[in-house]
């Protein structure tokens, strides 16, 4: 669900930029007066963890789309809602500057898009209402498969009111409304799936993080989290490194939503203005875009004579590697500023 600058007027996009500003404002000053620097390393951790999750694509049966893990409801769940806003706000930000996915115009959008409504909504209203410290795995199934609906629901809903704003009347807004919500239904059932087992893996290992993020009460200085922090650390690895082999080349929800009223993938581009602007600074800063290795006219013809699958592709290993290790260093230096300026208040 990662918008292109194409879909947004400049307007709409600084509108949701500044939503998205201020909204990270308001997360760093409740993170300096609450924040459990215990924590900061499964902050970094998890960030990385989501970076290298979002780059596998899974098939949606009988569509021809796919998806892919949002990540929001599972940061929120383990470390409170401002921690995983930062969090989200990390991961977009290095996915669009370092490897073009999503535009730099519409990057407040997505931020706003995949981040406010599992982080603000969907976990306090709907997961908080249903799961309590020593809840059983399976309500917890329940109530991720629930907020991960709710969340992805809001989100495309979200999306299609943004491109409608921005006037893009090649997409009229009730075709659009009406293939978007059905196809991130299915998205948001394996959504919740996902972070139902993600939050059973921390909830069998150390409970404690869990109930820490529920009372926003700081950890306890006796529990460890070394092998918590140790396990998504391997499982970012494998997951980026490895698994992203195997994403489903299908567009996903978002692309194939514009396929079916389109024809095509992608918008006209604006050719004067903030949005080719922002598109030149992009080009430059995506070392790695589209998670792969820059690509030649030749390279890109050789891939179509030889796409296979799995599709194993150093690029793709290395994006989701340095990738994950850029999420990890920006959010431990949010943290350290966050650190640094609480320190200096007190």
Same mark, same amino acid.
């Given at each position: 669900m990662h918008m292109a600058d194409a879909l947004l007027s400049p307007a709409v996009g600084a509108t949701f930029w500044a939503g998205t500003l201020g909204t990270i404002t308001y997360c760093s000053k409740k993170l300096k007066s609450n924040l459990d620097e215990k924590l900061m390393p499964l902050m970094g951790v998890l960030g990385a963890f989501i970076f290298a999750a979002q780059m596998i694509n899974f098939t949606i049966p009988a569509t021809g789309s796919s998806g892919h893990l949002g990540g929001g409801l599972i940061l929120a769940i383990v470390l409170g809602p401002y921690a995983a806003f930062l969090v989200m706000a990390s991961v977009l930000t290095v996915q669009a500057l370092f490897f073009a996915d999503g535009g730099l115009l519409a990057l407040g959008c997505n931020i706003w898009n995949l981040g406010i409504y599992p982080c603000f909504m969907a976990y306090p209203l709907i997961y908080k209402s249903l799961v309590k410290p020593g809840t059983s795995s399976g309500r917890i199934m329940m109530a991720s498969i629930l907020c991960g609906v709710v969340g992805l629901q809001l989100g495309a809903f979200s999306v299609v009111m943004q491109t409608s704003l921005s006037g893009r009347s090649e997409l009229p807004f009730s075709t659009f409304l009406l293939l978007m919500q059905p196809v991130h239904l299915a998205i948001g059932i394996v959504e919740g799936f996902v972070t139902a087992g993600v939050i059973n893996f921390i909830k069998a290992a150390r409970p404690e993080i869990l109930e820490s993020a529920f009372s926003a009460q700081p950890l306890s200085t006796e529990i460890s989290i070394k092998k918590v922090v140790a396990g998504l650390l391997i499982a970012t690895l494998l997951t980026g490194g490895v698994l992203s082999w195997f994403a489903s080349s299908n567009p996903d929800g978002l692309e194939w939503s514009i396929v079916k009223v389109l024809g095509k993938s992608r918008l !006209?581009?604006?050719?004067?203005g903030i949005a080719p602007a922002l %598109? !030149? +600074?992009q080009e430059k800063t995506a070392f790695f875009p589209e998670y792969g290795f820059p690509k030649t006219a030749e390279g890109e013809k050789r891939k179509d004579e030889t796409s296979s699958w799995p599709a194993i592709d150093p690029g793709r290993s290395g994006s989701g590697i340095v990738g994950a290790a850029l999420v990890l260093a920006a959010v431990l230096l949010i943290g350290g =500023? =966050? /650190?640094? +300026? /609480?320190? %200096? !208040?007190?």
């Open positions: !006209s581009e604006a050719d004067h %598109k !030149s +600074l =500023i =966050i /650190r640094v +300026l /609480r320190r %200096k !208040s007190a």
